[in-house]
C-alpha cells in the first residue's frame, strides 16, 4: 500500500495538509457504493456493453453520458498549468467524455455526492465546519476510447485569483472512487508538495472502489491512460472550498434547482446538508414564516422543522 494511503481519518487529513494528498481507504463501505453503482447505468453504458463494439454503445457515451460542454464539437481543452517537460503527453478533448452533472437521475447517486463519512474528511482536513460543495460530478472512461496520458499539471482552473495554500484559504479537490481504480485503470499519478515534474518519486493513487483521493492545487498530478483490456474506471468529482470563498468554484447548481431529481433530493436533507449548497441555515435573517412555508411546499416531503424552530 502507498504511504500516502491511510484508513485512518485523522492520519489521512494530516497528510493532505503536509504532503498535499492522501487517499482515504474504504471511506465509504463498498456496499454502499455498490448499491448506488447499480443506477450508474442510466447515465453511462455498462462495461460490458461498451467493449461489445456497439456503436450506439459509443455514440450514447459520447452524447447521453457527456454534458455538452465536454462533448469534442464544443469543449475546448482546457488551460491549466502544466509541465513542459511532458511533451509525449497531451491534453485531448476525447480524455474529457464521460462527464455527467449532478444532480443525476439516481437518488443514491445523489446522496453518495454528499455522504456523511466524505463531508467529514473534508472538515478535518480544512480543519472548518462551515463548508460548501463546490464540484460535483461523475466522470466514466473505458478502455480504447482515446489515450488518457496527460502531462503533469496543477487544477488552476478552480480559481480566479492566485491560490493562499494555508489554514483558512485552501480547498479540498477530491475522486471518490466508485470501481476499483487499480493499476491497468488509469489511478491518477501525483507527487508530494514541494516536488515537481518529472518528479523525484512518482505516487500512484491507487484504490478501492469508496476510497476517496483528497489533493489541493499546489500539487502535480496527471491522468494515466487505461490499458486493461475492457477495462473502465467511474468515479465521483466531490470538492470543497470555505463558506464565502466567491473566488474559487466550478459547478453551479442552481440552474438545476427545478429538475425533479433535485427536488427529490433537496427534500431529504437536512439544513447542514442543503448548507453546503449555499441554503441559509436554521435562524439566518433570511427565513421568515412565509418563507418556510415556501420551503415545505417547493420539496414536498422536507422536514421544515428546524427552520421553524429558528425564527425569532
Request: aromatic fraction near 12%; glycine fraction near 8%.
Amino acid at each position: 500500500m502507498c504511504p500516502l494511503v491511510s484508513a485512518d481519518i485523522e492520519e489521512a487529513a494530516e497528510q493532505w495538509q503536509t504532503r498535499g494528498w492522501t487517499v482515504v481507504h474504504n471511506l465509504v463501505p463498498t456496499d454502499e457504493i455498490d448499491a448506488a453503482v447499480e443506477e450508474l447505468w442510466e447515465h453511462f453504458p455498462s462495461p460490458s456493453e461498451f467493449h461489445s463494439g456497439s456503436r450506439s454503445a459509443l455514440r450514447r457515451f459520447e452524447t447521453e453520458s457527456t454534458d455538452t460542454r465536454y462533448r469534442p464539437e464544443s469543449s475546448p481543452v482546457a488551460e491549466t498549468d502544466s509541465s513542459a517537460g511532458d511533451s509525449d503527453r497531451q491534453f485531448s478533448s476525447k480524455q474529457f467524455l464521460g462527464h455527467v452533472l449532478f444532480p443525476y437521475k439516481s437518488h443514491l447517486l445523489n446522496r453518495l455526492q454528499i455522504h456523511p463519512n466524505v463531508v467529514n474528511f473534508a472538515k478535518k482536513a480544512m480543519d472548518a465546519e462551515d463548508l460548501r460543495l463546490y464540484q460535483a460530478r461523475i466522470w466514466g472512461k473505458y478502455t480504447g476510447v482515446t489515450n488518457y496520458e496527460q502531462p503533469f499539471h496543477q487544477d488552476r482552473n478552480h480559481t480566479i485569483v492566485p491560490d493562499r495554500i494555508e489554514p483558512g484559504w485552501w480547498n479540498l479537490l477530491g475522486f471518490l472512487y466508485l470501481s476499483d481504480v487499480e493499476d491497468g485503470v488509469g489511478p491518477t499519478e501525483i507527487l508530494n508538495y514541494g516536488d515537481s515534474p518529472p518528479g523525484k518519486k512518482t505516487h500512484s493513487a491507487a484504490g478501492r472502489r469508496g476510497s476517496y483521493l483528497a489533493y489541493r492545487t499546489d500539487v502535480w498530478h496527471r491522468g494515466v491512460n487505461l490499458t486493461q483490456e475492457g477495462g473502465s474506471r467511474f468515479l465521483m468529482n466531490i470538492a470543497f472550498k470555505h463558506a464565502h470563498h466567491e473566488w474559487i468554484g466550478f459547478d453551479s447548481f442552481q440552474q438545476n434547482a427545478n429538475q425533479g431529481p433535485w427536488s427529490k433530493f433537496a427534500a431529504s436533507c437536512t439544513p447542514e446538508e442543503l448548507a453546503l449548497f449555499g441554503a441559509p441555515m436554521p435562524g439566518h435573517p433570511y427565513w421568515t414564516t412565509e418563507l418556510v412555508d415556501a420551503l415545505k411546499d417547493r420539496y414536498r416531503g422536507i422536514d421544515e422543522r428546524p427552520w421553524r424552530e429558528g425564527l425569532p
